[in-house]
């Protein structure tokens, strides 16, 4: 799949849903629970479930990048899965934050 | 994507703090979530085709910016201080508006069939059934929001959901508020800065406390009732709180973050600030409507870094818009619209994807590779720090030179007897533009011009020194703290001026 700044996924198989705050390039696989992740409008595929080893959860407002830390999601709803691109799991991304301004 | 996603994820981690209001009687986030998606309910019931809201800071506002989300139509507060007229011809430009207004502002809407109280709004908001969210895309306008046109008719900036929430995202942790934080909101709804505040302060879990008409010695007080540990100002409401406070530093330990922007901040208040609140970090945010809100910052640390330095270029960083928050790329382009060498004045030019740059009845005014021209003058130094040095629109051409009056200002402020100064290009048959200073003397101090002029050419080249010089009681400004200098100028035309200029 092509991410897209701002697009919407969700997991097929735990109630995680994320926002793309800063896409790869050309084409990603990206998975949560390990079954690819679907448009956010989409439905499961039926029969699937979360893959052993692939269900460290993630955590609600946490950004999670790859090795590279090109890719930049936010998690809006938290589950289950792991988020992993290309097999590898996604790390949480330490934040730093800005002061508040408004 | 939508802004009412933010809500969502408040929502949904913040059940036991208070979103908006006092400590004791405030409103949850669960109610906001349900006064939300039944307000969205009363929205499309009523099938109107945008909202707007007359009316000052309080529960109805953050409610009906997320309700109108939800319904998937866009929302435009408007200044209630404006005439009948004023409001009617706003009105005009929106699509078939739900008119929420407080009942203080009901008379100034006429002819308008779709009119509710703001009380009536919040009441059915909280009865109604609760509506699903209506499916938006990225580039939907969110918010409508009218420049304050100092310099012309007000124009309509279009928020998109994807500029909001970019920003929002972008420069914000969630939950990144402690339980205990609130904010004192003190700009009125019309403002992106109110805009602003709602959707970061609901995001980082932030309680929000409204002051709904400022007042120098009522912020003191609420944010002393109210445990407030950090506020946002626009310089001219600083002024004020400082000058009520007078020599005597804040009793208020809450207090740790202090956010100014909307207007230059006068060095002067500024450092009388600092002094009068030792404890509280102060934060300079830049940023337009243009560009959803903030868009650089100077944070607490630079201002100290600032402060104890001895190096000149870092000592000077106390009075810039500090550094590009995440997302955001700046250039400063030359008259030739092309990039100026390091550290030179020019325009400044922005990107990135919080910035809308969209206007109502205009479209975009970004060029081909995705830049707004912000019309601010400024330069950036070696560390990336930005100094605004005014609009483009305010430069006076005196003699074929290019001079800013904010570096005419920045002196003239400094001067022991004067409390406030302005500087303006007026017609000149030898010059094309003369500079004209006008002056607020400090109460009870004598302002003689010769010797202010000599003030300001031992300070500055000599092509600055202004060639007349003004006093005046005190200068326009508009209540979120903006110069209005067409004022200053039609007042400096007008018959009755020639009798009072101290004219060189």
């Given at each position: 799949m092509q991410?897209?700044?701002?697009?919407?996924?969700?997991?097929?198989?735990?109630?995680?849903?994320?926002?793309?705050?800063?896409?790869?390039?050309?084409?990603?696989?990206?998975?949560?629970?390990?079954?690819?992740?679907?448009?956010?409008?989409?439905?499961?595929?039926?029969?699937?479930?979360?893959?052993?080893?692939?269900?460290?959860g993630n955590a609600l407002g946490k950004r999670y990048t790859d090795a590279s830390g090109t890719l930049e999601l936010l998690?809006?709803?938290p589950g289950q899965g792991t988020l992993a691109l290309g097999g590898e799991p996604l790390v949480l991304k330490e934040a730093k934050p800005l002061p508040a301004s408004d | 994507m939508s802004i009412a996603m933010l809500l969502d994820m408040a929502a949904s981690a913040y059940d036991s703090r208070t979103a908006l209001g006092r400590e004791a009687d405030g409103m949850?986030?669960?109610?906001?979530?349900?006064?939300?998606?039944?307000?969205?309910?009363?929205?499309?019931?009523?099938?109107?085709?945008?909202?707007?809201f007359i009316g000052l800071n309080g529960p109805a506002f953050p409610s009906l910016l997320i309700a109108s989300a939800v319904a998937g139509v866009p929302f435009s507060p408007l200044n209630y201080r404006l005439s009948t007229d004023g409001l009617a011809e706003l009105l005009a430009r929106l699509d078939r508006p739900l008119v929420v207004v407080d009942e203080a502002f009901e008379h100034a809407v006429g002819g308008h069939d779709l009119v509710m109280t703001a009380g009536?709004?919040?009441?059915?908001?909280?009865?109604?059934?609760?509506?699903?969210?209506?499916?938006?895309?990225?580039?939907?306008?969110?918010?409508l929001l009218f420049t304050s046109g100092t310099t012309g008719r007000p124009k309509g900036v279009v928020l998109r959901h994807e500029n909001l929430v970019s920003y929002v995202i972008g420069t914000v942790e969630f939950a990144s508020a402690d339980p205990g934080e609130a904010v004192l909101v003190?700009?009125?709804?019309?403002?992106?800065?109110?805009?602003?505040?709602?959707?970061?302060?609901?995001?980082?879990?932030?309680?929000?406390?409204?002051?709904?008409?400022?007042?120098?010695?009522?912020?003191?007080?609420?944010?002393?009732?109210?445990?407030?540990?950090?506020?946002?100002?626009?310089?001219?409401?600083?002024?004020?709180?400082?000058?009520?406070?007078g020599e005597k530093p804040a009793q208020i330990p809450t207090l740790r973050s202090i956010a100014y922007g909307g207007a230059r901040m006068p060095a002067t208040v500024l450092e009388r600030a600092l002094r009068l609140f030792p404890a509280a970090g102060f934060v300079n945010a830049y940023g337009l409507t243009e560009t959803s809100?903030?868009?650089?910052?100077?944070?607490?640390?630079?201002?100290?870094?600032?402060?104890?330095?001895?190096?000149?270029?870092?000592?000077?960083?106390?009075?810039?818009?500090?550094?590009?928050?995440?997302?955001?790329?700046v250039e400063v382009r030359g008259d030739d619209d092309r990039p100026v060498a390091g550290g030179e004045m020019g325009e400044l030019w922005v990107r990135g994807p919080q910035v809308s740059g969209v206007y109502e009845g205009i479209g975009s005014v970004l060029d081909a590779d995705g830049w707004f021209p912000t019309r601010d003058r400024a330069r950036v130094d070696s560390g990336g720090y930005l100094f605004i040095e005014g609009r483009t629109d305010d430069t006076i051409i005196r003699g074929g030179e290019n001079i800013a009056p904010a570096e005419i200002e920045d002196v003239?402020?400094?001067?022991?007897?004067?409390?406030?100064?302005?500087?303006?290009?007026?017609?000149?048959?030898?010059?094309?533009?003369?500079?004209?200073?006008?002056?607020?003397?400090?109460?009870?101090?004598?302002?003689?011009?010769?010797?202010?002029?000599?003030?300001?050419?031992?300070?500055?080249?000599?092509?600055?020194?202004?060639?007349?010089?003004?006093?005046?009681?005190?200068?326009?400004?508009?209540?979120?703290?903006?110069?209005?200098?067409?004022?200053?100028?039609?007042?400096?035309?007008?018959?009755?001026?020639?009798?009072?200029?101290?004219?060189m």
């Open positions: 991410l897209k700044i701002g697009a919407r996924y969700r997991s097929q198989v735990c109630q995680t849903e994320i926002i793309v705050v800063r896409p790869l390039p050309g084409e990603a696989d990206l998975t949560c629970g390990g079954h690819p992740v679907i448009d956010l409008k989409e439905t499961p595929a039926a029969g699937l479930s979360l893959k052993e080893g692939a269900d460290t998690v809006t709803k | 949850g986030y669960e109610s906001l979530r349900r006064t939300v998606a039944g307000g969205a309910g009363v929205i499309r019931a009523s099938t109107a085709g945008s909202v707007a009536a709004w919040l009441s059915a908001a909280r009865e109604a059934p609760e509506v699903p969210a209506i499916d938006v895309a990225d580039e939907d306008c969110a918010v003190s700009v009125p709804p019309y403002h992106v800065a109110a805009i602003g505040s709602a959707l970061t302060n609901l995001y980082a879990g932030r309680r929000m406390v409204y002051l709904p008409n400022f007042d120098p010695a009522a912020w003191l007080d609420i944010v002393a009732r109210e445990r407030v540990t950090g506020a946002m100002v626009v310089p001219t409401m600083l002024a004020r709180i400082v000058d009520e406070l809100s903030t868009i650089a910052v100077l944070s607490p640390e630079d201002h100290r870094e600032a402060l104890g330095s001895h190096d000149p270029e870092v000592r000077a960083r106390l009075t810039s818009a500090g550094r590009p928050v995440p997302g955001i790329d003239l402020i400094r001067h022991p007897a004067l409390r406030d100064a302005a500087v303006v290009g007026m017609p000149d048959e030898e010059w094309g533009e003369r500079i004209v200073a006008v002056v607020v003397p400090l109460e009870g101090a004598t302002a003689d011009a010769d010797e202010i002029r000599a003030f300001v050419r031992a300070r500055l080249r000599g092509s600055r020194t202004p060639d007349d010089v003004v006093i005046r009681d005190s200068l326009p400004y508009t209540p979120t703290g903006k110069l209005l200098r067409r004022e200053i100028v039609a007042d400096l035309s007008s018959p009755a001026a020639v009798q009072t200029p101290e004219r």
